[in-house]
Nanobody
Framework: QVQLVESGGGLVQAGGSLRLSCAAR????????MGWSGQAPGKEREFVAA????????DYAEFVKGRFTISRDNAKNTVSLQMNSLKPEDTAVYYC?????????????????????WGQGTQVTVSS
């Protein structure tokens, strides 16, 4: 098992930036493909970004492409989401997620149901 703890959320003006971090504890972090999802008020949680075990492969939801960047540091057991050019519609609780993929270091997962472990979430609020 792996435990995930997000941090870095907060209140920011439109056009601003935030960097979310997720610290993983438990089994070997490099076994896991990682992702971020967001849940806006009154909406279902949806995929935002994903990164493979190796960090070589990434994928993004269309509405964040060119603005958000996912990265990981396997030595520090962390995954991050750099959020630039934030918009009010980015307001959401952002969750870090992990899935154990020991056989494929370069695969990403882009569907909610594919992830096994979730953090508690961190609130991001973007004011207009």
């Amino acid at each position: 098992q792996v435990q995930l703890v997000e941090s870095g959320g907060g209140l920011v003006q439109a056009g601003g930036s935030l960097r979310l971090s997720c610290a993983a504890r438990g089994r070997t972090f490099s076994r896991y493909a990682m992702g971020w999802s967001g849940q806006a008020p009154g909406k279902e949680r949806e995929f935002v970004a994903a990164i493979s075990r190796s960090g070589v492969s990434t994928d993004y939801a269309e509405f964040v492409k060119g603005r958000f960047t996912i990265s990981r540091d396997n030595a520090k057991n962390t995954v991050s989401l750099q959020m630039n050019s934030l918009k009010p519609e980015d307001t959401a609780v952002y969750y870090c997620a992990a899935v154990d993929l020991p056989w494929d270091p370069n695969r990403v997962r882009t569907k909610e149901r594919e992830y096994d472990y979730w953090g508690q979430g961190t609130q991001v609020t973007v004011s207009s």
